[in-house]
Nanobody, 122 residues
Framework: QVQLVESGGGLVQPGGSLRLSCAASGSIFSIAAMAWYRQAPGKQRELVAIMARGGSTNYADAVKGRFAISRDNAKNTVYLQMNSLKPEDTAVYLC????????????????WGQGTQVTVSS
């Protein structure tokens, strides 16, 4: 069984920074891509940032220049450094792992974390 566990959320003032972490555990051979999504109340879930195993990245326009995604393939962990936070960044941030291969799923399955709340408010 593969689990994704996020940490690092919390309350921060506008202009502040937070760093989110997401660790995937289980008998994992590889993970094709790891990403962060967010969902604010009453809004659809949206992609924030994604990083492929090889290192290529893609960001939502709303966070470009402020957020940075990184990952440690050896630890199956992805990070999201969030700077210059704005109230509109307030949401539940969810970790996503794409095409996770294991001894029981050689073709790979996709997994979601449980989410961590980020609140930007003065």
């Amino acid at each position: 069984q593969v689990q994704l566990v996020e940490s690092g959320g919390g309350l921060v003032q506008p202009g502040g920074s937070l760093r989110l972490s997401c660790a995937a555990s289980g008998s994992i051979f590889s993970i094709a891509a790891m990403a962060w999504y967010r969902q604010a109340p009453g809004k659809q879930r949206e992609l924030v940032a994604i990083m492929a195993r090889g290192g290529s990245t893609n960001y939502a326009d709303a966070v470009k220049g402020r957020f940075a995604i990184s990952r440690d393939n050896a630890k199956n962990t992805v990070y999201l450094q969030m700077n210059s936070l704005k109230p509109e960044d307030t949401a539940v941030y969810l970790c996503y792992a794409d095409r996770v291969t294991t001894p029981w799923s050689p073709r790979g399955n996709n997994y979601w974390g449980q989410g961590t709340q980020v609140t930007v408010s003065s």
